[in-house]
């Protein structure tokens, strides 16, 4: 399990850093929003991507609270093993922000001045979020999860453009772009209210799964720790 939950926190820190570090360098290339959008887009899909195919077969490639509570109310990962996987979460993302400040000589942690608030912005993140679980389970659901590092960066990429929040849809993540005073931040205020709209939108896409991809058979709590640990269930790379 060690292994599984470094994974986590290692995929969850690498991810953010390549969130906030695209977003700080986006603004050192050029002053329009729509450019550094882009930019920040584009670099956060294809390391999403990355990260999924690498890790997915240790951790499953969660990356993400939402996606790993979701797991754990169907009872498919262990309680003590899917608590590890969020603190690590959480952990990496706290590490990664720190990561992609300092190499811009910034400071590690700086509370960030952005707001996104109101009731537009968290229902964009309903939306992000809901979709993502969706997509998720569909994978799963199907024995798909070998397109995941291509489809769940798919999601969130076309999300960052329609939907009122830029797709943040990942509570992890959030907290860790609190602490970045620059593109990408947002305000340590707005923080809470993020997150419970990506978990309502995490149950959303949750009951969606089970409406269009109901389960056919009970499916085992988890898998001996060798065969776990090299032979992933079907679906295992679709985190986020």
């Known amino acids: 399990m060690t292994r599984r939950v470094f994974a986590e926190f290692l995929g969850t820190a690498m991810l953010v850093a390549a969130v906030v570090g695209s977003g700080i360098m986006g603004t050192l290339l050029s002053t329009d929003d729509a450019v550094i959008l882009i930019l920040n887009m584009l670099s956060t899909v294809a390391a999403l991507g990355v990260l999924i195919w690498m890790?997915?077969?240790i951790s499953g490639a969660h990356f993400n609270p939402a996606v790993t509570g979701v797991a754990l109310v169907r009872r498919e990962i262990p309680?003590?093993?899917?608590?590890a996987y969020v603190v690590a979460q959480v952990a990496g993302a706290l590490a990664g922000v720190a990561l992609a400040n300092i190499m811009f000589d910034l400071p590690a942690w700086d509370p960030s001045t952005n707001q996104?608030?109101?009731?537009?912005?968290?229902i964009g993140e309903i939306v992000a979020t809901a979709g993502l679980l969706l997509l998720i389970g569909a994978l799963t659901r199907t024995g798909r999860g070998s397109l995941g590092p291509i489809l769940v960066p798919a999601w969130i990429g076309s999300a960052y453009f329609f939907t009122s929040s830029t797709s943040f849809a990942n509570p992890a993540v959030t907290i860790g772009r609190s602490l970045t005073d620059s593109f990408t931040g947002i305000d340590p205020a707005d923080v809470l209210p993020?997150?419970?709209?990506?978990?309502?939108?995490?149950?959303i896409g949750a009951?969606?799964?089970e409406v269009l991809y109901p389960r056919r058979r009970p499916e085992p709590l988890d898998l001996p720790g060798?065969?776990?640990e090299v032979a992933p269930r079907p679906g295992d790379r679709t985190g986020s």
């Open 207 to 209: 009951g969606l799964t």
């Open 79 to 83: 309680v003590r093993e899917g608590g």
């Open 116 to 122: 996104r608030t109101g009731l537009p912005i968290w």
């Open 194 to 203: 993020f997150i419970v709209f990506q978990l309502i939108g995490a149950a």
């Open 55 to 57: 890790l997915g077969p």
């Open 226 to 228: 060798p065969v776990h």
